[in-house]
């Protein structure tokens, strides 16, 4: 009995030993974790981040900078909202409630040219290129095919002008109806690609001023904000005939029966500039070590992002209520290298969503100057501005200083070769990659604003 219970007693000090050394083992894991924090986080001002954005597979970086657990590696602990509309996204930048957000590239550049509320913001980060597209009613694409040249297998052939929309624009004229398109605010991409694609064909879009903000002065077509998930919905309604919108809400038409995507962004412009990672000044001037390794985190997810082989994780990620929420299959008809047009027509597009590859990432002054262009054109500036204004102006809230330095600190670490940053004064080339032909050189803004038909005119 007494040798029993001398067992019994070593077994329980063995278990207690037991116990305690795997405690202590997890206790100086613990302390071996909370170290390489501290060690991440030595230089950055404020690891706490809340970001904004609204449901578009182009807010993927975020959402990835975070699964995949960039921000964390950069010492940043981040929240990732979604945002309402994009004027919700712009008021919590400004007010300080949002750290930083994703936002449509004109939004930072016409808060700092003086259209809408105006504010010092900062772009060191462009999110993607490409990704949009324009989808009509199915009673507006039955009505364009007649105008629609077809291929030996009779589907339409790409890319489709809006010569083809401008008859059935005058029949609904004609029957005493308003052609209305939505686009998702005054200062997005999507404002100015549907003008650039309407007003090529010599359909006038209509003209803002100083007065009247609406935008559809002379207009042919009648185009008012909606917001992006709402899009679908409001097709089907037939409150618009059609809509420019980031994915996945063209696909979602398709998807659900009610619409054509007739045109991407990519055949407006090829790799045109989408949306951009901003912040205030204020808050880049206090916190300058955080907005680098932001950066960082964010060229690390745009660069995963164009790995083909993570494309569908990306669906699976973006697929997430927290996220776009959208149905996988949905999301992966653009994210995965295709898009499809009318149901059935699905057709190879590698580039529609592009991330990182053709230096996406890099804040390009030329890029920043075309919405400058398009806001002075169409009237959102209201007065004529002097050549050197356009650079000053776009100088002013583009930093690819701030790209540059993240990004050499990750040739450095080894996480990006140097081949990936780009030799450039911040100005890409002139080029005709426009769905009209039409020439663009950035360091000449009035001559390209004036070599439109359709706009506004400067000496």
């Known amino acids: 009995m007494r040798l029993q219970l001398t067992k019994a007693i070593c077994s329980v000090a063995f278990l207690l030993m037991l116990f305690a050394c795997g405690k202590e083992k997890k206790e100086t894991k613990m302390v071996k974790d909370t170290t390489e924090i501290e060690i991440n986080t030595s230089n950055i001002e404020k690891p706490q981040l809340t970001f904004g954005f609204i ?213 407006i412009w090829k790799n045109n500039p989408e949306k951009v990672f901003v912040m205030t000044k204020k808050f880049v001037n206090e916190n300058p070590n955080t907005a680098v390794a932001v950066t960082k985190a964010l060229i690390r997810a745009g660069k995963w992002l164009d790995e083909p082989k993570n494309r569908k ?51 390009f002054y030329s890029d920043g100057i075309w919405f400058l262009t398009q806001m002075r054109r169409w009237g959102q500036i209201s007065e004529a501005k002097p050549a050197a204004w356009y650079e000053k102006t776009i100088k002013d809230i583009y930093r690819p200083d701030i790209w540059k330095k993240a990004a050499d600190i990750l040739v450095t670490e080894g996480k990006i070769p140097s081949t990936d940053i780009p030799e450039t004064d911040g100005y890409k080339p002139a080029t005709k990659d426009f769905i009209d032909g039409t020439r663009y050189d950035a360091k000449d803004p009035i001559g390209y604003i004036n070599s439109f038909s359709i706009g506004n005119k400067d000496k």
């Not at 921000?71 to 309402?84: H, M, P, R, T």
């Not at 597209?133 to 002008?161: C, L, R």
């Not at 590698?350 to 804040?363: E, G, I, L, R, S």
Request: proline share 7%; hydrophobic share 40%.
């Open 313 to 363: 994780e990306a669906v699976k990620i973006l697929s997430m209520s927290q996220y776009v929420g959208a149905p996988e299959e949905v999301l992966a008809n653009s994210m995965t290298g295709t898009f499809e047009f009318e149901k059935g027509d699905k057709r190879s597009m590698p580039d529609f969503n592009v991330f990182y590859k053709y230096n996406a990432t890099y804040p």
């Open 55 to 267: 449901k578009l597979t182009d807010m993927a970086p975020l959402a990835i900078a975070k699964e995949k657990g960039f921000f964390k590696e950069e010492g940043l602990f981040v929240s990732v909202k979604a945002q309402s509309n994009w004027k919700n996204v712009l008021d919590r930048v400004i007010d300080g409630q949002l750290d930083g957000s994703h936002m449509l590239a004109g939004q930072p550049i016409a808060a700092g040219a003086g259209f809408g509320r105006q504010a010092k913001l900062i772009t060191p980060f462009s999110m993607d290129l490409n990704g949009n597209g324009i989808t009509v009613s199915n009673d507006v694409w039955s009505k364009m095919k007649p105008n629609i040249s077809k291929d030996k297998a009779g589907n339409p052939i790409h890319p489709i002008k809006a010569d083809a929309l401008k008859p059935v624009i005058k029949e609904y004229k004609s029957n005493n109806i308003p052609f209305k398109m939505g686009m998702v605010f005054p200062v997005s991409t999507h404002n100015y690609e549907i003008r650039y694609w309407l007003a090529a064909a010599g359909i006038h879009p209509g003209m803002y001023t100083a007065d009247n903000v609406h935008g559809q002065i002379d207009a042919e077509v009648l185009l008012s904000v909606t917001p992006p998930p709402q899009m679908p919905a409001t097709l089907q309604s037939g409150t618009i005939h059609g809509y420019c919108v980031g994915e996945p809400w063209n696909q979602q038409a398709v998807f659900k029966g009610i619409g054509v995507p007739v045109v991407t962004n990519y055949d």
